[in-house]
């Protein structure tokens, strides 16, 4: 099965910006989508096909994906910004999510 | 704006079926382009996808869940659900329902979500 790795946790202090990658093999010619999800809440989609914003979401949050590596950039990082996130593609029918990362705000 | 909400009981003892509706409102679930799915979250773990089914009924699973669970669409009554046989103490976490954009030979992001319900297996 498709395996995406992402860091246990990221930190970031407050107003700077920060990154969560996802890492997979040839990851780059997958669609990545983007998920934050706060404490005992449902997730929320952030980023979909790679870079795209849903409605409602602030261009502060932004994405990429090239090679092996998927990023999400968070500009500005804000209190409300921490969260787990996850990156997820669609692989072979099959829906797969990273195992997440924590982002906290300094 | 689509709206969905889970429903179910909160407990399931070992070796029964479990078994969830999800209640779409705000937009029909035969209209697409959307497969209709679930995601789950044991307590302090990830998000497990287990599967998702179009409205005519072509359904996609988690290989490791695949020989337990079944997820159908009724679209008469707006409602998709899951069922999960011979649940074990491993099946607890909170499940969410969740709408997943259909793609060229399957799905892609999952654009709206169910505010989730916990289902604990007891003994």
């Known amino acids: 099965s498709y395996e995406m790795t992402q860091p246990l946790s990221v930190s970031v202090a407050l107003g700077q910006t920060t990154s969560i990658t996802c890492g997979a093999y040839n990851i780059g010619i997958k669609n990545v989508h983007w998920y934050q999800q706060k404490p005992g809440q449902a997730p929320v989609l952030v980023i979909y096909?790679?870079?795209k914003r849903p409605s409602g979401i602030p261009d502060r949050f932004s994405g990429s994906n090239l090679g092996h590596t998927a990023t999400l950039t968070i500009s500005g990082a804000q209190v409300g910004d921490e969260a787990d996130y996850y990156c997820q593609v669609w692989d072979i029918s099959n829906v797969v999510f990273g195992a997440g990362t924590k982002l906290t705000v300094l | 704006q689509l709206q969905l909400r889970e429903s179910g009981p909160g407990q399931v003892k070992a070796s029964e079926t479990l078994s969830l509706t999800c209640t779409a409102s705000g937009g029909y679930i035969d209209l697409g382009p959307s497969y209709w799915g679930w995601v789950r979250q044991a307590p302090g773990k990830g998000l497990e996808w287990i599967g998702n089914?179009?409205?005519?009924?072509?359904?996609y699973y988690n290989p490791s869940l695949r020989s337990r669970a079944t997820i159908s669409v009724d679209t008469s009554m707006n409602e998709f659900y899951l069922k999960l046989a011979s649940v074990t103490a491993a099946d607890t976490a909170v499940y969410y329902c969740a709408r997943h954009v259909a793609a060229v030979g399957g799905s892609e992001q999952l654009d709206s979500w169910g505010q989730g319900i916990l289902v604990t297996v007891s003994s």
């Open positions: 089914s179009f409205y005519s009924g072509t359904t």
């Open positions: 096909r790679n870079k």
